[in-house]
């Protein structure tokens, strides 16, 4: 998708909001990936034309993201969770110069990573909510799946879940919902000089020169960092992140699933631009330079277009 396609006709504005499930493991990046949303559409290489204002009970994401601007430094997760606010509300605009401003707005699901655990006491509820989605965001953590292996467990029940949770849905119902499956921690140390060892990683034309997974590449990197991470001493013969990718191959549509390389924070900006040898851009709670989030608009505006919220 071209970063720079115009958003449908002015009645598009006046469309339900795009539900959208956000899904993932506990610390797999869900709570900065909000935070990004209101810095993403300012940071270098972003969509041109786009921008975010967070709407109602987002608020308390915008704070944390000036938080992140300001400080340096991440928020306190209680400050940001305890708004206990089920459906973020984000509005997107288009604001091109020379062309009409059109917007869509987003609904985000902000559930815990806990919740969507097979033995979540809330997996009812959470399924029910899911079931109202239009689409589908999946969040995975490279990281986890070498410590744990258990990313899997975090997702590989749902799609029988949602289709129990409704008289309505049925797995062919669900296949028309769209999935944007991101990869998350991109700028990690534990992730970066693998991901380039793999040949994933080509660094941007224009200054500050940060490298990213383009989107042709996104869905090799998946199926390379599945493999790559997975960890069978962790739990062995587990086999998590191959049930996962083949899982998403078969429970949904690859015409309605796109697939990112991302990171919330991104890399470190030095004087001069990317540094291979000084890209770590967090140490700690701290930020070490500017936030440049990698791929975090880009899901969404996806989403929206496979939803149908495109002309």
Not at 29 to 37: E, Q
């Amino acid at each position: 998708m071209s970063p720079d396609r115009k958003i449908g006709p002015a009645g598009a504005a006046r469309n339900p909001a795009l539900k959208i499930g956000l899904i993932g493991a506990p610390n797999s990046g869900k709570l900065t990936f909000l935070s990004a949303l209101t810095t993403a559409f300012v940071s270098h290489g972003a969509p041109k034309g786009w921008v975010v204002n967070p709407e109602r009970d987002a608020l308390a994401f915008d704070e944390s993201a000036k938080e992140i601007l300001a400080l340096q430094s991440f928020p306190s997760r209680a400050e940001v969770e305890n708004s206990e606010k089920l459906w973020l509300r984000f509005g997107f605009s288009w604001e091109k110069k020379g062309e009409p401003s059109q917007t869509f707005a987003v609904e985000i699901l902000n559930r815990p990573g806990q919740a969507f655990s097979r033995r979540s006491p809330e997996g009812k509820a959470v399924a029910g909510e899911l079931a109202r989605c239009d689409g589908y965001l999946l969040l995975i953590d490279p990281l986890r799946e070498r410590w744990l292996g258990d990313n899997s467990d975090y997702f590989s029940h749902l799609p029988a879940r949602i289709v129990d949770s409704s008289t309505d849905m049925t797995m062919s119902e669900l296949r028309k919902r769209a999935l944007a499956v991101c990869v998350s921690k991109y700028d990690d140390a534990q992730v970066f000089p693998p991901s380039l060892s793999g040949n994933y990683g080509t660094q941007r034309t224009t200054a500050p020169k940060f490298p990213t997974v383009e989107s042709a590449d996104a869905k090799g990197y998946f199926a390379w960092a599945c493999a790559y991470f997975a960890d069978h001493s962790a739990r062995p013969g587990n086999d998590s992140a191959e049930r996962l990718h083949h899982q998403i191959e078969r429970m949904f549509d690859p015409d309605l699933t796109a697939y990112f390389v991302t990171s919330s924070v991104g890399f470190r900006r030095s004087p001069k631009g990317f540094d291979l040898k000084e890209f770590v851009n967090v140490q700690g709670s701290r930020i070490l330079s500017s936030v440049n989030p990698i791929n975090v608009l880009e899901p969404i505006i996806r989403l929206a277009e496979l939803s149908g919220r495109f002309s």
